[in-house]
């Protein structure tokens, strides 16, 4: 009962304060989770610092190396290979030269659909259940994350004008939650970048400046404008291997390419008890994911 009142008064705002519902949520919905957290020390000596600036902007941008260990930075390497190979496939190219996609988003191939079952030893789930990006999600959660979901995607230009997630908008998953954004090929302007307003995120500094609208959930940006001025909207640009973490609570949108293709994977992390349906599918458990914090991921 007091889930579904979480979903239905929090889904899509961001929280400004710690309020009772919050506490229900992190102290007795996710207990274990956040006793864990508290009680387990840091392993990678620059967590602290990477989690003080996600705690305060709501996202950070830099190179993979920085939130990887060094086998998540290998099976990166190998998940990137896997989903470039993927989108070289014919009905890939046929797809962008087209300019609409048969995909539920019609600017998007799907490479790795959140559907797809995984092998135990694919390295996307290596990635997803990489020990440091672990630690760095459940530092700023609070508590031991649940891995929710893993995709990959391309976007391609359209002729349309920005539709659905090309939108500004908030994630409805959980309270709070991250999503891992890696991009596989340089992206620029005209590759349609992540797009953030830093500290719209749940207790961020600006969480409860709302923009008038008239979609109940998406965004134009003369709409958004009108609150959050452009130079105050991070465009996340930057070459092959760049990663983004961040609190999509927080207003955001993805880009909407002109020229050239946006390659990327993608990693969410809710609390145990997330809003939405889990849609990450692993054929058996992993023998080798033996930490605790990777038996919680996937719990």
């Not at 609409?100 to 959140?114: A, E, H, M, Q, T």
Request: charged share 25%; proline share 7%.
């Amino acid at each position: 009962m007091v889930q579904f009142l979480l979903k239905r008064i929090y889904g899509r705002k961001a929280l400004t304060r710690p309020n009772l519902l919050f506490y229900w949520w992190r102290e007795v919905a996710n207990r274990k989770r956040t006793r864990l957290a508290r009680s387990t020390p840091s392993e990678y000596s620059d967590t602290p610092q990477i989690v003080q600036q996600i705690t305060q902007q709501g996202i950070i941008v830099d190179a993979s190396h920085r939130f990887l260990s060094g086998e998540g930075q290998k099976a990166l390497s190998e998940a990137a290979k896997l989903v470039l190979d993927a989108s070289q496939q014919p009905e890939v190219s046929d797809t962008v030269a087209k300019g609409v996609s048969k995909d539920k988003k019609s600017f998007l191939v799907n490479l790795v659909p959140r559907e797809q079952e995984h092998s135990p030893d694919s390295p996307l789930v290596r990635l997803a259940l990489d020990r440091k990006l672990l630690e760095i999600v459940s530092g700023y959660l609070g508590l031991w994350p649940r891995l929710f979901a893993i995709g990959a995607w391309l976007n391609f230009p359209t002729e349309d004008q920005p539709v659905e997630s090309q939108l500004w908008h908030r994630d409805p998953e959980d309270l709070k939650l991250i999503k891992v954004f890696i991009y596989l090929a340089d992206v620029d302007a005209d590759c349609g970048p992540f797009s953030y307003v830093p500290k719209t995120h749940p207790f961020g500094d600006r969480a409860d400046k709302i923009p008038e609208h008239k979609h109940a959930r998406r965004i134009a940006d003369e709409e958004m404008q009108r609150t959050f001025p452009p130079e105050s909207w991070l465009r996340c640009t930057g070459p092959a291997k760049t990663m983004i973490l961040a609190d999509t609570v927080g207003y955001h949108r993805g880009g909407k390419p002109t020229k050239g293709t946006r390659i990327l994977i993608t990693l969410t992390y809710t609390s145990g008890t997330p809003f939405g349906d889990r849609s990450v599918r692993i054929k058996s458990r992993p023998a080798w994911a033996r930490a605790g914090i990777q038996e919680a991921a996937l719990a």
